[in-house]
């Protein structure tokens, strides 16, 4: 069964960093590509950044603030997200898709605030 357990979210003010961490189980980690999106209200969920075991990719809006990584003798993805703006402010998922079937974590809400 695969689960995906994010963690790390909080209240931080502009500038700041924050880093989100996502606890995989359930299928192979080392062969799938995961990602992070985001939903903010009133808004759809949108791509993050993706991370497989050759490249990353990301949204233009996080690029050069945000890195993906993971570590796969963990089971674990991960999220550093520098000068936090209020824009970033949503719930961020870990996503992965597994024989066709996307799998989602249950969001870690970010909110970015003075």
């Known amino acids: 069964q695969v689960q995906l357990a994010e963690s790390g979210g909080g209240l931080v003010q502009p500038g700041e960093s924050l880093r989100l961490s996502c606890a995989a189980s359930?299928?192979?980690?080392?062969?799938?590509?995961m990602s992070w999106y985001r939903q903010a209200p009133g808004k759809e969920r949108e791509l993050v950044a993706r991370?497989?075991?050759?490249?990353?990719n990301y949204a233009d809006s996080v690029k050069g603030r945000f890195t993906i990584s993971r570590d796969n003798s963990k089971n674990m993805v991960y999220l550093q997200m520098n000068s936090l703006k209020p824009e970033d402010t949503a719930v961020y998922y870990c996503?992965?898709?597994?024989?066709?079937?996307?799998?989602w974590g249950q969001g870690t809400l970010i909110t970015v605030s003075e």
């Open positions: 359930g299928f192979t980690f080392s062969t799938y590509v």
């Open positions: 991370i497989s075991t050759l490249w990353t």
């Open positions: 996503n992965t898709r597994v024989l066709g079937i996307e799998y």
